[in-house]
């Protein structure tokens, strides 16, 4: 690569130089033309991970783009602007907190495993479906917050896919609480007599102190339009100010999930 030399004399002259040839670099016009690409994305995206992170781009973008708009009215926009962004930017980058990443645990049962009685013939479970509302598919923790506001944290995030998390943690539940060898892995391959569960997930967050969980499941047989058994469940525990204490209670409220789902798929067998 060839770096051409400023056409200039004295050391006086050089500086000069550079600093007319930075001050004719359009960030301004940059900044702009990047918000206006940015400002459309959102709308142009399925997936709620990349919108949030297209919608901090757009933030930072504007505020780039006031920044530039503001200094280039006062005559010397590039000189000043330059040193003000890379001193905030690293103001930034030192301030920032840790993101921190926070996973589902399988719980106890509260009520002793079902065991197999008399050499009864258990029909096997796989859970194949978890369905979670759009405002909490994505990486960062979703808490609830009065008028209908939702918090989504920039630090707090999910060590994986929550849908996914959930179906296995759930499938991990379910095995401590039915007979030995009843429930199948996500991932394992079912027998023709097996029986699916699905649960459609409606409310699932940490709002006011606690963590509500809104959910129907169903148990099918076969295939989809044929259900074996429907529920509707509401259930509650209190939370910890933190995202540690949430991520506990919304284990224990998928604990509870799983109980109530052993005993009716019990009740189903008899």
């Known amino acids: 690569m060839t770096i051409a030399r400023p056409d200039c004399g004295t050391l006086e002259e050089c500086i000069a130089s550079i600093r007319n ?36 781009l757009d933030d930072a973008l504007r505020q780039i783009h006031a920044m530039t708009t503001r200094e280039r009215r006062r005559g010397a926009m590039t000189p000043r602007l330059l040193p003000a962004l890379l001193t905030l930017t690293l103001a930034a980058c030192a301030s920032s907190p840790p993101t921190r990443f926070f996973a589902l645990d399988p719980v106890p049962p509260g009520a002793a495993p079902a065991t197999d009685r008399g050499g009864a013939v258990h029909e096997p479970v796989k859970v194949d479906a978890v ?24 630090q707090d995030r999910w060590a994986g896919d929550l849908g996914e998390m959930i179906r296995r943690v759930l499938t991990q539940d379910l095995a401590q609480s039915l007979p030995s060898g ?19 997930i409606l409310t699932f967050q940490p709002q006011a102190g606690e ?53 009716g798929i019990g009740g189903a067998q008899r």
């Open 21 to 56: 040839r930075i001050n004719r670099v359009p960030i301004e016009r940059i900044a702009q033309n990047a918000l206006e690409t940015t400002h459309n994305l959102p709308m142009l995206t399925s997936s709620p991970k990349l919108r949030d992170a297209v919608v901090l």
């Open 211 to 263: 963590v509500v969980l809104d959910a129907d499941w169903t148990l099918l047989k076969g295939t989809q339009s044929n259900p074996v058994l429907r529920r509707s469940v509401h259930l509650t525990a209190p939370a910890a100010a933190s995202a540690q204490g949430e991520a506990a209670a919304m284990s224990t409220l998928l604990g509870q999930l799983a109980d109530g789902i052993a005993a």
């Open 131 to 154: 369905h979670i509302p759009p405002a909490l598919d994505r990486d960062s923790m979703v808490r609830g917050e009065s008028g209908n506001q939702l918090e989504i944290s920039s």
């Open 182 to 200: 009843m429930v199948i892995a996500p991932e394992s391959p079912a027998p023709p007599s097996a029986r699916g569960l699905v649960i459609d």
